[in-house]
């Protein structure tokens, strides 16, 4: 077993196996603003993975790879808001998107010494799982491991949804992406120049402006900290207006963007990282959501529990694209547990290329 300091193994499968293992715990919510030391606390417990402690069909894992995600934001702050995804509990040990390796199993579907992904870790250095919220990532596949976090995860998952599911443009259309250079943005922009529209897309520094379209394929970019004027931006870059709008900032972006929507124009609704550390009552309101009635706008919001259902055909798609080097994914990769919190805060800096990922262990 890789990186097993603290296992307490006597060799056997019959002998006492106790860990201490790290995770990290909610210890207060967040009511605005970043979460911090104040709010996130990393404890020390010990955890039998005896096989003998271990219920039928678990598996224990030890975590190697975790998911940092913006929705994890809207887990913190101890109200149900439109997210609507279930507020982590105070003192427990919150729940990530993460990339394991068995080291005992108690099920027929996985051995040890196999890489497991699911979308239910806790945040732990080792846990008990059950088998059913498990899938095994396939070793001899040329992909790699941090890949089924950002192309084959939730956040290719999320961009493949976006534009192929709901958005659906025409050929030849005009598509707008928000937060362009981030874990989703990067993949949704590329996914429509594959389709064969064209593309701009906003980000918060020059360096990805650059990396939008030298790297990623988008036609334009601009730097919305530089070309502060929204509207005189989408002007410049859509002289012919915008058909669909790839959203994942909301607030002022938003309002800009539905004065330059074509008539019968898409917004999709990915998610609002300008809004997410703020109390509700001071976001950003939307005032001219009229141009949806005149233009017949069409905006929509998605989870992705609500698309699983095509989680194959996105795969297909994807890996083809992979294989092929039609797509390019970057990542921030911070190292060890103790990271999280600097992690998690990266996202809201505009501070990073990519997909925010911890390799907690080698």
């Not at 911090?36 to 005896?50: G, I, V």
């Not at 992904?117 to 250095?125: G, R």
């Not at 993949?187 to 790297?215: I, P």
Request: some cysteine; hydrophobic content about 40%; glycine content about 10%.
């Amino acid at each position: 077993m890789a990186g097993g300091e603290g296992v307490n193994n006597g060799g056997d499968e019959n002998s006492t196996m106790v860990v201490e293992s790290r995770e990290w715990v909610l210890s207060a919510y967040v009511t605005a603003g970043v979460p911090t030391a104040d709010h996130l606390k990393l404890r020390t417990r010990k955890l039998s993975l005896d096989l003998h402690s271990i219920l039928d069909d678990h598996v224990a894992v030890e975590l190697l790879w975790v998911s940092v995600d913006p929705y994890l934001r809207g887990r913190m702050s101890g109200q149900e808001e439109g997210l609507y995804f279930p507020q982590f509990a105070i003192d427990e040990a919150i729940v990530i998107i993460g990339i394991g390796r068995v080291i005992q199993s108690r099920s027929n579907q996985f051995s040890k010494g196999d890489f497991v992904i699911s979308n239910f870790f806790p945040f732990s250095e080792y846990s008990i799982v059950a088998s059913k919220f498990l899938r095994v990532i396939d070793q001899t596949a040329d992909i790699e491991i941090s890949a089924y976090l950002s192309t084959l995860g939730l956040p290719g998952f999320a961009a493949w949804v976006g534009i192929e599911v709901i958005g659906r443009p025409k050929p030849g259309s005009n598509v707008f992406i928000s937060a362009a250079a981030g874990g989703v943005g990067m993949f949704a922009g590329q996914l429509a120049k594959l389709k064969g529209y064209r593309v701009v897309g906003s980000t918060g520094t020059d360096e990805k402006v650059t990396v939008l379209k030298e790297e990623f394929g988008y036609d334009e970019a601009f730097n919305y900290n530089k070309e502060t004027d929204f509207d005189a931006a989408l002007s410049k870059y859509f002289p012919n207006g915008i058909d669909l709008y790839f959203d994942n900032v909301g607030g002022k972006m938003l309002e800009a963007v539905l004065n330059h929507l074509n008539p019968h124009a898409c917004v999709v609704i990915s998610g609002m990282i300008s809004q997410y550390n703020k109390v509700w009552t001071e976001r950003v309101g939307v005032r001219n959501l009229l141009n949806m009635v005149g233009k017949e706008v069409r905006m929509e919001g998605y989870l992705m529990g609500s698309h699983l259902d095509r989680f194959d055909d996105f795969t297909k798609e994807m890996l083809n694209y992979t294989k092929e080097g039609k797509l390019i994914s970057k990542h921030k990769i911070y190292y060890g547990m103790e990271s999280f919190i600097e992690s998690l805060g990266s996202m809201f800096s505009s501070s990073n290329i990519g997909k925010v990922i911890i390799q907690v262990k080698p």
